[in-house]
């Protein structure tokens, strides 16, 4: 196998794929040529405007973690962090400072803000701030793709007895940062998505691909998101390479973030299985042909197969690249 392509969110897309390139350098793959090329096909419908900045979530949280740059106790945003210029935000009285702008993080996004204002699509800004992050360390070998350069946002409806409606409706991250999805999400708006177009490099890292892998990603915010941007889901289906996935729900739990409240919101069991069936097999109109569950949810094996996926299980915790390398091989081996 030549070249990879992974569909990514935020965290736990980024790790995976730090574990997959750990894979790839160690000659640990079965079947990855050493010099295999990763394409990472990253949502891009958490992005928000916030004091007049473009934020783009998913693909930092991607780009700082490739290039060393993550803060990895906090999950998100920059190592040694300052918070100066959150801190005057405050003393002004501004509105929205739940969402954390780390002085350090702000010159990405003014880089980025500067660049779209001036007229360059994301994908191309994109290429812009992965030439500081990505390219010294990988060259040509991993390149960042944002699903789309159409604004695309998810918003979450809550709960609002002060509402006429009954409801209020607010952005994704407001929901997750400031709420701390500790309400139920009644519905989700993906804004914008039904009319999205791929961005440029999408459809032919999939088309392209040798293996295609969905990563334990958050399966309705973040997976969800790139196979509703127009024609991904057909091209997914119609690309000769196997498709992939590792389940985020371990023992009937998220292990980190909010996949729990999102499959609720949809209607999706909240399982290893739920999530395998949730994006379904290709031979019967879905997306995946193998599907990995962690020991703790062999159980469900029986379920997948029944469904027409090929499944098996293995450790899914992510705790070092070597044991995600290992993550890694096991999707392979399921599928090779
Ligand atoms: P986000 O955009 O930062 O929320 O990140 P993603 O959408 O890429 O991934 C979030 C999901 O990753 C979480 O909801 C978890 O279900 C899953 N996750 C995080 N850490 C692990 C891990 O160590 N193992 C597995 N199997 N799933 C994980
Ligand atoms: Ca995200």
Redesign the pocket.
Known sequence: MQQITVL?????????IEGLLHGIDSGTLPGVSPDAVVRVIA?TA?DLWIHGLKVC??LD?VMYTLGGGLDHQR??GRTEETWSAKDELEAYGVPNTWFGLGDRDIATHLVRTQMLEAGYPLSQVTDALCARWLTPTYGDRVRLLPMTDDRVETHVAIADPSSPSGRQVIHFQEY?VRLHASVPAEQLVFIGLPEAAPGPGVVEAITGADLVIV?????I???GTILGVTGVREVLRATKAPVVG?????GG????????Q?LTSVGAEVSAAGVGLHYGARSAGGVLDGWLV?TTDAADLARLEAAGLKAASAP????SPAE?AA?AAAAISLIA
Not at 246 to 250: A, F, R, V, W
Not at 253 to 260: N, Q, Y
């Open positions: 990514s969110g935020g965290h736990g897309g980024a790790k995976f949502n958490d979530p998913d949280t999950g998100w997750w990563p334990p990603s958050n399966p915010v973040s997976v590792l389940s985020p729900i371990i739990a998220h292990v980190r973030g909010m996949a729990e999102m962690d899914l915790w992510m705790s995600t993550m």
